[in-house]
T-cell receptor
């Protein structure tokens, strides 16, 4: 089954404790992206990656890092989490060859930073 | 910059009522337009899309027509069901600063359908 898998689904942690949210897709997609969803703001893009070793900032990259060492994986790293990063996070992927192909989304990761 | 504006929710309807969720956009060029649906506890799923003016996207009884003259892509369904209760996001795909096409989302509209 084609899917985007995120882990963990839920996490409660404390300010300053480094965490990583993993994202993996099994569709051989070149493009992957991270979004955060906040009430009244919709989804905002954090980082995206066009392919292996190619990443770029989205609209709200501050406080986040990403890496793309393999095509299937695109982890989101919070080096020193802060309460304003409490949010619902989504990973997404799609092929880049056909520009109108929709993105496939993971089921989300709800982070609470205390 | 590019943006999408959706009506605020929640939209509360009785089963079998007619649904309209308004969406308007601002973009340079000719974006593709999408509606995504998010059921409770799940990620976003593509509901329908339209890639050029006057295209009509449709799926599961939902429809939306790409209206370039009014820069709109309103979502409609003739008879909603309880199972349609979800959050609906309008989105456009436009060129970003680097020339890459990025998705821009509206804020989402929650639909609540009661029996």
């Amino acid at each position: 089954e084609a899917q985007v898998t995120q882990n963990p689904r839920y996490l409660i942690t404390v300010t300053g404790k480094k965490l990583t949210v993993t994202c993996s897709q099994n569709m051989n997609h070149e493009y992957m992206s991270w979004y955060r969803q906040d009430p009244g703001l919709g989804l905002r893009q954090i980082y995206y990656s066009m392919n292996v070793e190619v990443t770029d900032k989205g609209d709200v990259p501050e406080g986040y890092k990403v890496s793309r060492k393999e095509k299937r994986n695109f982890p989101l790293i919070l080096e020193s989490p802060s309460p304003n990063q409490t949010s619902l996070y989504f990973c997404a992927s799609r092929p880049t060859g056909l520009s109108n192909q929709p993105q496939h989304f993971g089921d989300g990761t709800r982070l609470s930073i205390l | 910059g590019d943006s999408v504006t959706q009506m605020e929710g929640p939209v509360t309807l009785s089963e079998e009522a007619f649904l309209t969720i308004n969406c308007t956009y601002t973009a340079t060029g000719y974006p593709s337009l999408f509606w995504y649906v998010q059921y409770p506890g799940e990620g976003l799923q593509l509901l329908l899309k339209a890639t050029k003016a006057d295209d009509k996207g449709s799926n599961k009884g939902f429809e939306a027509t790409y209206r370039k003259e009014t820069t709109s892509f309103h979502l409609e369904k003739g008879s909603v069901q309880v199972s349609d209760s979800a959050v609906y996001f309008c989105a456009l795909r436009a060129k970003g600063n680097t020339g890459f096409q990025k998705l821009v989302f509206g804020t989402g509209t929650r639909l609540l359908v009661s029996p």
